[in-house]
């Protein structure tokens, strides 16, 4: 297990499974931690970019929250929804920019 000096990053850190199997919703990280949601994904978020922790967000029809990947097929599936999140919001930006007002 990895320490953390935030204790808030160390307890979002171990509510997060290892493995695609169990993923961990958000809300379920806040209750067991007693942290703020929107602290949450400030820590998730802090987790990925800053101390390169691959968590990654599974969103399928039965199977919805977080995970830490263990292998690089479960990262290349916690990649695919960023990718195709980023890309709505490019399509989003890109008109938003090209509206007249």
Known sequence: ?????NKR????????????????????IKLQTGIPMRDVYSCINL?????????????????????????????????LPLERHTQRMTERLTALKQIDV
């Not at 297990?1 to 000096?5: A, R």
């Open 1 to 5: 297990m990895i320490n953390f000096t």
């Open 9 to 28: 990053l160390q307890l979002v850190y171990s509510a997060i499974p290892k493995g695609i199997e169990r993923p961990v919703t958000a809300k379920e």
């Open 47 to 79: 987790l990925v970019t800053k101390y390169q922790v691959p968590i990654g967000g599974l969103r399928q029809d039965n199977k919805h929250g977080y995970f830490i990947a263990t292998n690089k097929e479960e990262l290349a599936l916690a990649i």
